[in-house]
């Protein structure tokens, strides 16, 4: 008896170790590229977590430049629309993965007042301002201030000093924004902000995410948008301060929904709106899941910012070469920007923007990423013979 119970062990054993996950890896962060660009160096930096997770982060424009995550079989691919290659991002892009500022979205007719000033800025489309100007945070080297691991994550903090009048706002702003990866597949971005004389701020992050691999167009993929309303825009883009329900529109997506007969409905128009997030103000909360179904791919969307930028770009971007010198066609992205809403300056009924001296701005928004659950290993140990 005590041989078959020890020979039942033996096999409960093998068969757990079959079982049993690889290895957990350490997190780690590290430079692993730099180049010089009119006598500044832009920085990258690659972070990784136990699980094997990737993202890398360059200072130029404090951007998000690559995310690598499983797929349900444990498959790693680029999840962002970007480039291999810091040369490129200084180039002509639409703006991919970069920290936008002063100002993210539009102001209209590219002034606003504050406390009885009017302050003019650069109209750099349809006459209104839009993500701070041509010169806005996406074209600007941040300094690289600290990158370390601390616990279970892994850390790399940039920093921007943007002088008064800059773009035509007012005060000189430090700023500063922290990436982190974390062992459960979260890519945290905190920002923090002061300023030296009243000025208004909105920031946000520009990654282009597109679960398939970035293989095939976002338009299959299931959104959930935790938001009963959108602040409806004119003609040029800018809200006109009025809310507008989702229901019964191509904007609802507080169930599961794809884009893509949403935008056949719309005649092939795509997302660029504002939404207004359900949620406690300043409260870090889900406010949006997307699911990739063949992939079995999911990202989680957190903030404590009231609105959301939802954008699916319909311009073809396959004059770039992306990772892996993959082309990026039509609908080969989607955008969840957290921030204020647009044109906030000009409109009093919406969240305010200010930033005072003495204040400090915060935001934290995470990207979660999970995948369908993996098959699980059953053990069924029925009557197993002695080995004679």
Request: glycine share 6%; proline share 6%.
């Amino acid at each position: 008896m005590r041989k078959y119970k020890m020979w039942t062990l033996l096999i409960v054993l093998s068969l757990l170790a079959a079982c049993k996950q690889p290895q957990s890896l350490t997190p780690s962060v590290s430079e692993v590229a730099q180049i010089k660009a009119n006598g500044t160096s832009i920085r990258l930096f690659c972070l990784t977590n136990r699980n094997g997770m990737a993202i890398k982060v360059t200072n130029f424009a404090a951007s998000l430049t690559s995310v690598s995550v499983p797929d349900k079989k444990g498959n790693f691919e680029q999840v962002v629309l970007g480039f291999d290659s810091l040369e490129s991002y200084l180039g002509k892009h639409p703006k991919f993965g970069a920290t936008v500022g002063r100002f993210a979205n539009r102001i209209k007719h590219g002034e606003f007042c504050l406390d009885n000033q009017i302050f003019q800025l650069e109209k750099n489309s349809k006459g209104n301002s839009v993500h701070g100007g041509s010169r806005g945070f996406n074209t600007q080297v941040f300094e690289t201030d600290t990158f370390y691991v601390v616990k279970d994550t892994a850390i790399v903090v940039f920093s921007y000093k943007s002088a008064h009048l800059e773009g035509g706002f007012p005060g000189n702003l430090n700023l500063s924004i922290a990436y982190k990866l974390t062992d459960r597949n979260e890519v945290i971005l905190d920002y923090t902000a002061t300023t030296d004389q009243p000025t208004v701020v909105n920031f946000t992050n520009h990654s282009y995410f597109n679960l398939t691999g970035c293989k095939e167009p976002v338009l299959n993929h299931l959104y959930t948008l935790h938001a009963d309303s959108i602040t409806p825009v004119d003609s040029t883009g800018v809200p006109t301060g009025e809310l507008k329900a989702v229901t019964g529109t191509e904007y609802d997506f507080r169930t599961p929904r794809t884009a893509k007969k949403q935008i056949r409905r719309m005649m092939g128009k795509t997302y660029d709106i504002n939404y207004k997030l359900n949620k406690h103000p300043d409260s870090l909360e889900l406010v949006a899941t997307v699911t990739e179904p063949v992939s079995g791919r999911i990202l989680k969307a957190y903030t404590t910012e009231p609105g959301m930028q939802f954008y699916i770009p319909s311009s073809n971007m396959d004059y770039l070469n992306g990772h892996g010198n993959r082309k990026y066609g039509k609908y080969y992205g989607f955008c969840l920007e957290m921030q204020h809403f647009p044109d906030s300056p000009n409109k009093p009924q919406f969240p305010s923007t200010v930033l005072r001296p003495g204040e400090i701005y915060r935001q934290t928004t995470i990207y979660k990423f999970e995948n369908s659950p993996a098959t699980k290993c059953h053990l069924r140990i029925k009557s197993v013979p002695p080995p004679y």
